[in-house]
C-alpha cells in the first residue's frame, strides 16, 4: 500500500511539489479515466439488468434487487426498506404496484398486507451480476455462429494479408525495376481514398465474381492494404542487401531468400501488421454489412446490429456481446505487443 | 580448378562508367588482392566475378567456360562479405548449412563438412549460437566458414579485415594466408589496406577509377611501379615524387635537375625522353641516407622527427616549399629546425615521364 502511496505521489526532486508534477498528475490521472473509464462501464453495465440500465443517475457497478420468498406466494418477491411512520425502516416484500401505491407484506408477518406510498421506499440491493445477458445471445441467437464466422475472416484474412503484403514490399524495397517507386506512390495513394468512396464499384466488382453473400468476399477485398505495403518495406529496408547476396552465393532461389531470410528478419514488422490486421478485420462493420444478407454468415459486428431495432434497442445485449468482441483484441495485443519491441535483425552485422 | 578470366569487361550505372575494359587472368589457386582508394571499382570488380552484378560488355570465365550470364549459384564461388552478411535469425550451424542444404546435399554430408571447418577455423564451441552472440572475430570466422563449407573453386573476399581491430586483423590476415595454403583454393580478395596485400597476395591487381593501372607480384609492383599513382599508393610513407627537368637523355642514362640544385643520373633501359622535357622524380622515403651536403644532395630544414625505435622518420622542407619524408635507420638523430643533406641510393631512382608513366630502369 505505502509503495502505491510512493508511487503515486512521485515528484522531480522526491521533495516538493512543482508546479509540473501537478500538471502531469492531473493529466495522467485524467486520461486514465478518460481513456479507461468506458471501458470500465461498459464491462460493468454489460452485467445490468434492462432496468438498470435505463437508471439515472447510472452506476459502474451493476445491481440487482434482493429477493426473497415469502410464506403465501409462489414467486419470490422483491425486497424494500420502507420508511415507517416513525423514523425507522424495515424490510418489506412487495407483493403488487397499483399507480404509485404498493401493497407490501412484511415477511415476519405474511399475512397481513400493508400500503405504502413509492416515494418511502427503496429498493434492497446487492451486486449481482445478470449472466443471462450473455448466456442468452450466445445459446439462443446464433452468437456462436457469428463469432466462428468472425474468427474464420479475421484469421484468414490476416494470413492473406501478411502474405501478400510481404512479398509485395519484398519487391518493392529489395528488388530495383522501372517504375518502382511510382507503383509505390500509387499504392500510398490507395490510402487517402477511404472506403465509402469506392463502396458501390466494389460491390459491384464482389457482385459480378459471385463473391456476393459469402464470407469471401468480405474477405479477400481488404487483403491488400497499402499501409501493410508501406509498413513492411519501410522494414525491409533496414534488412541489409549483403544478406541477400550471401543468401544467393548460397544457392537461395528468390523464393527461399524471400520465405527464409526476408520473412523471418520481418517478425517484428509482420507482428505489428498482424495486430493492425486482426483489429481492423476483427472491428470491420460497413463492409461486412454490405456484402453479408443471410443471417447464418453475419460477423460479430453486423450480428450486433440486429440488437438495434426500428423500435427497440436491446443495450443489455449489445453491452454484453460488445464485451465478447472486445476479448480477442485484447488479448492479440497483449500477446504480441512484445514482439513489436524486439528487433531481430541487424543482429549479426557489425 | 579455379581459373577466372576476365576480358574486356565494362560495367556502367546509367551514363556513368566505373570499370573500364577490364582484362585480368587470374591462376588456379593463386592469391590476388584487389587494391586501390574507395570507390575505384575494385568490389564491383568482385561482385561480377561473383555473378552479383553483371558486367555491360565483355566476358567472364571460370575454367574457360564463359559464365558471364551464369547466375551466382552456379558458379560454384564462395563470397566472404564485409560485414560478413550472417543470417542473423539462424544459428552458427544453421548458417553453415544454408547453401549446402539449398542445394540439396545428403544430411551426413553436411553435417561432416561443417565439422571439418569448424575444427579447422576452431569454432566448433560456439556451433549452437547466433551470429548477435559472437564477437567481432568470431563472426569472422563463421563468415569464412560458411565459405570453406561450400568447397568452392574460388573465395571472394570483399574487405573481410576492415571490421576488426588492429591486433585482431593481424592474427586473422595469417590465418587467411594459413588457409590458402592449406586449401590450395584461388582467391580473390578486396582490400584498400596496402599492407595487406602486400603480405597477402600472390600478385597484387592496382586499381584507380574503374581501371587497372599495374598487375605483379608485390615486391614487383613495389620496386617498379608502373605509373605514379601506383608509385605514390604502394608503399609507407609514400613515396617523394619530385617534379625535375631532363639535363639530358640518352638511351642508357638520363641526367635530371631538380629543386635546389639537386641532380641525379638514372639508368635507363631505353626512353623517349629529350633534354628540357618535365618530369617527376620518384624516391622512396626509405632509399636514402644523411649526407654532409655534397653536389647534388637534397637539403632540407627539418620540421618533425618521428623516432619510431627501428627506425626514424624525418620530415622536411626542401626548396621550392615541397615536402620530404625520409625515414633513416634506427636511432638517426636530427632536430626539428636544424637543416639536413640526402643523398638517394641511385640503384633506386624511380623516373616518370610527363604522362606519368614509368621510364623502364635499367
Known sequence: ?350 | MGRITLTNVDRDFGKLRVLHGIDLDIGDGELVVLVGPSGCGKSTLLRLIAGLDKPSRGTIAIDGKDVTQVSAAQRGLAMVFQSYALYPHMTVRQNLAFGLENQRMPKAEIEARIAEAARMLEIAPYLDRRPGQLSGGQKQRVAIGRAVVRNPTAFLLDEPLSNLDAELRISTRAEIAALHQRLGTTMVYVTHDQIEAMTLADRIVVMRAGRIEQVGPPLEVYNAPANLFVAGFIGSPRMNLLPVKIRSASVREVAVEGPGGFTARIAVNGSGLKAGEEATLGIRPHDFRMSDGGEGDLSGQVNLVEALGPETVVHATIAGDRRLIVVLGAQAGGAVGKAMHFRPDPQRLHLFDAAGQRVPSA
Open chain 1, 1 to 350: 500500500m505505502s509503495s502505491i502511496v510512493t508511487f503515486l505521489s512521485r515528484r522531480r526532486d522526491g521533495r516538493s511539489w512543482h508546479w509540473t508534477d501537478i500538471v502531469t498528475w492531473v493529466w495522467l490521472v485524467g486520461g486514465l479515466i478518460i481513456m479507461f473509464g468506458p471501458a470500465v462501464w461498459l464491462v460493468g453495465s454489460s452485467f445490468k439488468t434492462p432496468g438498470q440500465l435505463a437508471e439515472f443517475p447510472p452506476t459502474i457497478l451493476p445491481y440487482v434487487s434482493q429477493k426473497a420468498m415469502v410464506e403465501g406466494y409462489d414467486k419470490p418477491l422483491t425486497l424494500y426498506r420502507v420508511m415507517q411512520p416513525d423514523g425507522s425502516t424495515k424490510v418489506m416484500a412487495e407483493v403488487r404496484r397499483v399507480g404509485i401505491v404498493a401493497q407490501m407484506v412484511d415477511p415476519e408477518a405474511p399475512g397481513e398486507i400493508v400500503k405504502v406510498n413509492i416515494s418511502e421506499r427503496r429498493p434492497v440491493r446487492q451486486i449481482g451480476f445478470a449472466t443471462e445477458n450473455y448466456v442468452e445471445p450466445l445459446k439462443k441467437n446464433d452468437f456462436l455462429l457469428y463469432l466462428r464466422n468472425s474468427v474464420f475472416v479475421t484469421l484468414t484474412a490476416t494470413l492473406i494479408t501478411l502474405f501478400t503484403n510481404s512479398m509485395a514490399a519484398f519487391a518493392l524495397s529489395k528488388y530495383r525495376f522501372r517504375g518502382r517507386d511510382l507503383v509505390m506512390v500509387l499504392i500510398i495513394g490507395t490510402l487517402m481514398v477511404p472506403l465509402s468512396v469506392v463502396l458501390v464499384p466494389l460491390y459491384s466488382v464482389v457482385s459480378a465474381v459471385g463473391l456476393f453473400d459469402s464470407l469471401w468476399g468480405v474477405i479477400l477485398p481488404t487483403v491488400a492494404t497499402p499501409t501493410g505495403v508501406f509498413l513492411l518495406r519501410q522494414y525491409m529496408l533496414t534488412i541489409p542487401d549483403e544478406l541477400l547476396d550471401a543468401a544467393r552465393m548460397d544457392h537461395a532461389s528468390e523464393w527461399q531468400i524471400y520465405w527464409r531470410i526476408i520473412l523471418p528478419l520481418s517478425a517484428p514488422a509482420l507482428a505489428v501488421l498482424a495486430i493492425f490486421s486482426v483489429v481492423w478485420r476483427w472491428n470491420d462493420f460497413l463492409w461486412p454489412l454490405v456484402v453479408l444478407s443471410r443471417k447464418e454468415l453475419y460477423t460479430l459486428q453486423v450480428g450486433l446490429n440486429t440488437y438495434a431495432g426500428q423500435l427497440n434497442v436491446q443495450w443489455h445485449f449489445i453491452l454484453a456481446m460488445t464485451v465478447v468482441t472486445m476479448i480477442p483484441v485484447v488479448l492479440v495485443f497483449v500477446f504480441l505487443q512484445r514482439y513489436i519491441t524486439s528487433g531481430i535483425a541487424g543482429s549479426g552485422l557489425k
